[in-house]
Antibody, heavy 116, light 113 residues
């Protein structure tokens, strides 16, 4: 059974940095596109970034370009999101998710990041 | 960016009845090369992460009850839930995965009347 477990959330000050991680088990990690999504409290879903199986293709939503960096370690079946110059409106539950191409078929339980 | 608009924002339906949610995209998500609609529906129950219900506009994900069905093509799509059950209370989102940025509708909150 596939499991995606996010970690790294918490409280950070505006302008600060944080690194989120997602450990994947129970599946062949290196065969999936991986994505980060976020959901601000009481709000809808927002896609943040995704990365191809070998890391050769990466996409970001416009509001995070230049501040957030997605990466993956296929040897360790892990996904990361380095977050710099954080803003109050980056506060959200961050979910990692797997899929094929841009279609996401399974999500983790999320980690809460509060910028305040 | 492709803008996804759902209607209604909220819906109250009696147990055993049908719920219908609409989704409209600002441009077509139908690929001319493979005739597939790059449209998915997700269910998010309170306190949980989203769950994929339907992909390619009408293909149910493994384990999803057959009372859930998707239809539509191009820019107009519908999620139908027949014989509504109590466990179907959730927020439902449509999503286009045709191109980046991946975008969602604002969500439709489904409640039991």
């Amino acid at each position: 059974e596939v499991q995606l477990v996010e970690s790294g959330g918490g409280l950070v000050q505006p302008g600060g940095s944080r690194r989120l991680s997602c450990e994947v088990s129970g599946s062949n990690f290196r065969t999936y596109w991986m994505s980060w999504f976020r959901q601000a409290p009481g709000k809808g879903l927002e896609w943040v970034a995704n990365i191809k199986q070998d890391g050769s293709e990466i996409h970001y939503v416009g509001s995070v370009k230049g501040r957030l960096t997605i990466s993956r370690d296929n040897a360790r079946s892990s996904l990361h999101l380095q977050m710099n110059r954080l803003r109050v409106d980056d506060s959200a539950v961050y979910y990692c998710a797997k899929g094929g191409g841009f279609l996401v078929d399974f999500w983790g339980q999320g980690t809460l990041l509060t910028v305040s | 960016d492709i803008v996804m608009t759902q209607s209604p924002d909220s819906l109250s339906v009696s147990l055993g009845e049908r719920a219908t949610i609409h989704c409209k995209s600002s441009q077509s998500v139908l690929s001319r090369s493979n005739s597939l609609n790059y449209l998915a529906w997700y269910q998010q129950k309170p306190g949980q992460s989203p769950k994929l219900l339907i992909s390619w506009a009408s293909t149910r994900n493994s384990g999803v009850p057959d009372r859930f069905s998707g239809s539509g093509s191009g820019t107009d799509f519908t999620l139908t839930i027949n014989s509504l059950q109590a466990e179907d209370v959730a927020v439902y989102y449509c999503q286009q995965f045709y191109n980046a940025p991946i975008t969602f509708g604002q969500g439709t909150r489904l409640e039991i009347k």
